[in-house]
């Protein structure tokens, strides 16, 4: 049986490292979607379901940390990696509070790289089976109530709420 392939998204405006790393991912069973700008990150990520994005600091257009924001807005579940040849501690403290699960200097070792990427799906999941938990939970604490509009009510706030 065929498993899965985690659907990573690369952002990056060097269009030469986006090809090779893209080639390279791909070898290893990801499903890249590549892109060279913030704005065509944020359209890819709302028309494809991505897990993990892949994202450089400096680009054209919307910055890297301004599309890691956005992205993490829209999508809760999707981890952020940063890459970036331009790193500073600061950059890193920064996109580490808007939601980056890690920040890597380039050049990075494919290997390096591989475990960073590793590491972000394992979060993503592990954050997803939480929710999903606590929901059952929920669930079950409210399967006493005496009131079928009680349980309709609190089943409508969880499938709205987070």
């Not at 899965?4 to 070898?27: M, R």
């Not at 590793?118 to 592990?126: E, F, G, L, R, T």
Request: proline share 2%; glycine share 4%; with cysteine.
């Amino acid at each position: 049986m065929e498993k899965e392939k985690i659907n990573l998204l690369i952002v990056d405006d060097e269009e030469q490292f986006l090809a090779s790393i893209t080639k390279s991912l791909e070898l290893r069973d990801f499903n890249v979607i590549a892109v060279n700008r913030g704005e065509k990150a944020i359209e890819a990520a709302k028309n494809n379901p991505i897990d993990i994005a892949l994202v450089d600091l400096k680009m054209p257009g919307i910055s890297g940390e301004e599309t890691l924001k956005l992205l993490k807005q829209e999508h809760k579940w999707m981890e952020v990696v940063i890459l970036t040849g331009h790193g500073a501690v600061d950059s890193a403290v920064e996109c580490t509070k808007s939601g980056a699960y890690s920040y890597l200097q380039k050049p990075c070792e494919l290997n390096s790289l591989l475990s960073a990427l590793q590491d972000a799906y394992k979060m993503k999941v592990m954050n997803k089976k939480k929710i999903e938990e606590k929901k059952m939970n929920e669930l079950l604490n409210i399967s006493f109530s005496s009131s079928p509009r009680e349980i309709l009510r609190k089943l409508r706030e969880m499938d709205q709420g987070d």
